[in-house]
């Protein structure tokens, strides 16, 4: 068991370079504005910057197309790993990249191209990464080693916010204007490691060449498990939702709706992400003792339960009432990852896998972007239970899908998982 895990948090290290460098924009938005779009408005030129990092999300289904049928035609950890390496020689691209009063119009451009780099590649990594795990004989448990791989991603914004929070504090005011390139820079580290340590292009998920498909493996996913497809889709977007919800938004209903400082908010804020870090590999564990559906079914329940009560607590003036309600959330956050992720490459066949998994989880998240957006619109309508209003509606959502979960495959699941633990 620790040589399997040992492995998986090896193969897992590109996850960390992915969201280490993916989730650096945004942590430094106004240093990057100042560079590439200058302007007499601040606000105009952090729209821009905002406008290129959106850019990247939109991205992440095309690769998820790309990096998937690499994933079915050529091999799971060939299209894994050339995403990794796609997503940190972009990051290092940025680092040396001169700004708008050097080379002028062309700065932003490349800029942009360097986004969708980025946001190509890491439309392709987890969803290659989740089939690898879940078609490896080694990963018995399948929910809790996925729920690990799926905790290594939530370190690289650890490190992520790490790292620049320590580059600012010493970097002197001299070079303040460069403090920002720093980070990026250290991405070359992590590639080097990704490089030494990543495993060769096994053979054992690649199809044997006289059963190699003809019939493109996206088309075959399109017209034989779009209710897959369309399952996964939703799931992994509210799902991804109430994560983006609690790891980001949250900061700015405390800071602006509760009156929280914003280290306070930030604190609270990364509390919650250590917290997913240890509570998802053991909701997936729970899954894979008491099954997927049934899981599913039960935390979705909790969710609707005890949402309220830990919203309300929010409200609260009580700091130590506010934590308990962040642990709360956390928690139900956690679950609903802990047993849904696992399903989005489970209910495709193996020939399609790395396909279908890509695609859906990579339009899932995409569409999970906007969710700040609608939770401040909501939260702007009803100060006091708007963020309750768009967190229940995304819980609906979730149940409604449940329904339409293809009973077929889920029994086929729940029969693989039962013999996996008896072999065990």
């Not at 998986?8 to 993916?22: A, C, P, T």
């Not at 990026?184 to 590639?191: G, H, N, P, Q, T």
């Not at 009580?318 to 308990?324: H, T």
């Not at 696992?342 to 495709?348: D, R």
């Amino acid at each position: 068991m620790f040589y399997q895990t040992l492995r998986l948090l090896k193969i897992s290290l590109g996850n960390v370079i992915e969201w280490y460098d993916f989730s650096l924009y945004g942590y430094f938005a106004v240093a990057i504005a100042a560079t590439f779009f200058p302007s007499s408005s601040p606000f105009i030129s952090l729209l821009a910057t905002f406008a290129v990092f959106g850019a990247g999300f939109l991205a992440r289904p095309v690769g998820a197309f790309v990096f998937g049928h690499l994933g079915d035609k050529v091999g799971r950890h060939y299209a894994m790993n050339l995403s990794i390496a796609m997503m940190g020689l972009a990051t290092v691209g940025m680092a040396f990249l001169p700004g708008v009063s050097t080379i002028g119009i062309m700065a932003p451009v490349l800029l942009v191209l360097l986004r969708m780099i980025q946001g190509l590649s890491a439309g392709g990594q987890f969803g290659n990464l989740l089939t690898i795990t879940t078609e490896d004989d080694d990963y018995r448990l399948k929910g809790l080693n996925i729920g690990i791989a799926y905790s290594v991603s939530v370190i690289g914004f650890l490190l992520a916010a790490f790292v620049s929070v320590t580059v600012v504090k010493l970097i002197p005011d001299s070079l303040s204007e460069y403090a920002w390139r720093i980070p990026f820079l250290i991405s070359a580290v992590l590639l080097i490691a990704q490089i030494f340590l990543k495993e060769k292009d096994v053979d054992q998920d690649i199809v044997d060449s006289k059963d190699k498909m003809k019939v493109s493996p996206i088309k075959i996913v399109f017209t034989k498990h779009r209710r897959s497809l369309f399952c996964v889709i939703i799931l992994s977007a509210v799902a991804a939702s109430l994560f983006y919800i609690l790891a980001t938004y949250l900061v700015t209903y405390m800071t602006q709706h509760i009156g929280l400082s914003q280290a306070t908010a930030l604190g609270i804020n990364s509390l919650a992400l250590s917290l997913i870090c240890i509570m998802v590999p053991l909701s997936g564990l729970l899954s894979d003792y008491w099954g997927r559906k049934r899981s599913l079914n039960a935390c979705l329940i909790s969710m609707i339960v005890l949402s309220v009560p830990a919203m309300l607590l929010f409200n609260s003036a009580s700091y130590v009432l506010i934590i308990v309600a962040t642990v709360l959330i956390t928690a139900l956050v956690s679950l609903l990852q802990g047993v849904a992720t696992p399903l989005y490459s489970e209910l495709f066949p193996k020939d399609v896998r790395a396909s279908g998994c890509s695609i859906a989880y990579g339009i899932g998240v995409s569409i999970s972007g906007f969710a700040p957006m609608f939770a401040d619109v909501f939260v702007n309508m009803s100060p006091s239970y708007g963020l309750i209003y768009f967190i229940y509606a995304l819980i609906i959502v979730g149940v409604i899908t449940t329904f339409y979960l293809p009973s077929n495959k889920v029994r086929h699941i729940e029969y693989l998982r039962v013999r996996s633990l008896l072999v065990a």
